[in-house]
């Protein structure tokens, strides 16, 4: 077995295997939450990476040649680590990809009035990664990010359309309109929004473009593979999927399968620390 591994420090990766499973329903993928040690979104580059790293290891042991942090602040903290220092060492065949630079570029010709906004955990707003990301490819853009501390806990405690989750989400994009009134594209800079999208929808202005990460990371993972055929040619072909969490399996699955919108059977993987 040589699956795709998917990882997050949560459930909201789950909103890309979704689209992953869509797009690619002939491989074997796995997908490992961090659930014990969740949220990543307010933890400090160090620990972050020291976690990401861990899940990385665990992933290659477990046979997969290719590992995507479906995790926004693990791709803003751990990722160019990893591939920079980490993976020489481990295996120069393998390989760990992020969600953040294919939303940067398939977010950078959207923008009609250059104006683009990203909505994320502090953690990822804190790392700059999105601002980065698009100085380097998009230098002309102006990009203005909104931390949204609240909302991954309105999703995993099921508050999608709770008194809570209208307050904070109106909130957050009031803020976010009134320091940067020209925006017209916004990123949901989390893989956790998506399930927030009828109130996001609902207080966002008009004529807003907004953006999902699921189906940009799986539309860049394919072309990835058709630029890789060495590393398509690697991953095995047995249409299923299995899930790891560090959290009690029940918890996960009751939760998971609110993401995915299937059932799910998580087998639980123990953490020293």
Known sequence: ?????????????????????????????IYYGDNARAPYGNRSFDVVY?????????????????????????????????QQVDLPKMDAGKRVLGVIRPSVESVGAMSSTGNVAVLGTIGTVMSESYPIEFRKLFPELKVVQEACPMWVSLVENDELDSEGAHYFVKKDLQRLFERAPLTDTVILGCTHYPLLLPVIERYLPPKIRLVSQGPIVAASLADYLRRHPEMEQRISRGASVKFYTSEYPGRFNQAATTFLGSDVNARHIKHDC
Do not use: W
Request: positive net charge; aromatic residues 12%; contains cysteine.
């Open 1 to 29: 077995m040589s699956p795709i591994a998917v990882f997050d420090s949560g459930y909201g990766g789950l909103t890309v295997l979704r689209h992953l499973l869509k797009a690619f329903p002939q491989y074997d993928f």
């Open 50 to 82: 020291q976690y990401t790293l861990e899940a990385v290891k665990m992933l290659f042991d477990m046979g997969s040649p290719l590992v995507i942090l479906a995790c926004n602040t693990a791709s803003a903290k751990a990722l160019r680590t990893i």
